[in-house]
């Protein structure tokens, strides 16, 4: 089954979020943005609609957490190098985002985290691609470990 997906993540800011996922490299599609929400393009199959505290609000009973303070969800996302993960954080970085905690070195696999200004948590990681298609101790890293 082919399915998009949409994440729905508040912000206290529209206009900084939108310059920060572009600063990503993310487009914003104009078609689904106003100024309750954005539309922010991470490929043909994923989207993050960046909505008001306020207009996210209307659309659940459940308080809106402050991703400041509270955990709700985690999203992580592959890359193609090492490299290519720390190009990534450099330009959160550069954007205003934050990294909550020091690169993580499993050896099959390495990933880093970045908290967007509101505080949301995006995570970039590269898996060995052996290590991805067979489990971990298959990665010649792990292999070579042991």
């Known amino acids: 089954m082919d399915a998009s997906i949409f994440v729905n993540i508040p912000t206290t800011d529209l ?29 043909d199959t994923i989207y993050f609609m960046v909505l008001t505290r306020e207009f996210l609000a209307t659309f659940t009973d459940k308080p809106i957490a402050d991703p400041r303070e509270t955990l709700q969800v985690s999203l992580s996302f592959s890359r193609d190098s090492r490299q290519a993960v720390d190009a990534i954080l450099e330009l959160g970085l550069a954007a205003g985002g934050t990294e909550p905690r020091e690169a993580q070195d499993y050896g099959f696999m390495y990933s880093r985290d970045l908290d ?15 290590a991805a298609a067979e489990g971990p101790s298959a990665s010649p890293s792990e292999r070579a470990q042991a």
């Open 116 to 130: 967007d200004p509101d505080g949301n948590s995006l995570g970039f990681l590269y898996m060995d691609p052996v």
């Open 15 to 43: 206009e900084r979020a939108k310059a920060f996922y572009t600063a990503l490299g993310c487009d914003i599609n104009p078609n689904f943005t106003d100024d309750n929400a954005a539309c922010i393009v991470w490929s």
